[in-house]
């Protein structure tokens, strides 16, 4: 039987440890090989990902044959003493790297397409952002393994795992933001002006929360994961990095809100200002992504999620 969860050995460097679920994902996209060796407890010793997970992901002959001992240390990686401020500087260029050009080229092209045939299909709305989280999801777990391209195109099996997706990331905009919207719009038409004050509190309290959730759902792989308890606490264990991510959430945030007003141009420039507004925002998604794995990256061990 598989443990629930397991450690990686990455270029000699041990990192982890990931839920089985999380690790079976990332076979099946590419972003760990067979090859790959892993450990996790009441396994007597290192094992690849072929022979834990038979039949997933490509075909690729193992480095290290079965039965082969691998050490237990390992020191940790080498990225865990590059600064969270490097990780981030480096995220602007990372939607541009292995398979991202395509991926923004084409997805650009595809959710413009989405969103427009999307005021008539609801289905058609839940399996393209459902899609779209779970390449996001794949991004934040290469990054977490200390991967520098952007993972291949994830395999998904049908439409219920795109639903299942599109709902984990919905609960946490709502358990972040319903409170706020409700209180705000509680606040038109009443004199008492303390409802808007309330409701720009709860909003900023969300936005505070909602970064940290998603790592935890993308990590996780469960909406278990927006647990405060779990959530706050991890706030409070890295709070310059996690201050660093909240001001990089808030500045694209802006720039796509000025993007967003492009298609508001008049004619034919309208309609290229809503590519680029697309294009701006799946840039942005993936951006976010990549700083969201680096956080965890780097603070895996204060974090002490697995």
């Avoid at 393209?128 to 395999?155: C, F, N, R, S």
Wanted: with cysteine.
């Amino acid at each position: 039987m598989i443990p629930d969860e397991l450690l990686l050995l990455q270029n000699g460097n041990q990192v982890g440890p990931f839920p089985k679920s999380a690790i079976q994902g990332m076979l099946e996209s590419g972003s760990v090989l067979p090859s790959d060796v892993a450990w996790g407890q009441g396994m007597a010793d290192w094992a690849t990902l072929e022979s834990l997970f038979p039949g997933v992901g490509p075909s690729v002959a193992p480095s290290h044959p079965l039965g082969q001992s691998v050490p237990t240390t390992v020191p940790l990686p080498a990225q865990q003493d590059r600064g969270f401020g490097s990780l981030v500087a480096d995220a602007f260029s990372y939607p541009f790297r292995g398979d991202g050009v395509i991926i923004l080229v084409v997805g650009t092209i595809a959710f413009t397409i989405v969103n427009f045939l999307s005021l008539f299909s609801l289905w058609l709305t839940i399996a393209g952002w459902g899609y779209l989280m779970l390449t996001l999801q794949q991004v934040i777990h290469g990054t977490a393994l200390g991967e520098d391209t952007v993972p291949k195109w994830p395999d998904f099996d049908g439409f219920g795992e795109l639903a299942v997706k599109f709902i984990q990331w919905l609960l946490a905009v709502v358990i972040c933001f319903a409170g706020a919207v409700i209180l705000l719009a509680k606040s038109h038409g009443s004199e008492d002006g303390s409802w808007m004050v309330y409701g720009l509190l709860a909003a900023l309290a969300g936005g505070l929360y909602f970064p940290m959730a998603i790592l935890g759902i993308a990590m996780f792989d469960s909406v278990a994961a927006l647990n405060p308890m779990l959530v706050v606490r991890s706030i409070l264990r890295v709070p310059g990095h996690y201050i660093l991510t909240l001001i990089v959430f808030v500045g694209l945030g802006l720039v796509k809100h000025l993007t967003g007003k492009l298609g508001d141009l008049p004619g034919a420039i309208g309609y290229v200002g809503i590519v680029v507004d697309e294009f701006d925002a799946l840039w942005s998604a993936i951006f976010l992504a990549r700083v969201l794995g680096g956080l965890y990256y780097v603070n895996r061990r204060k974090l002490g999620w697995f």
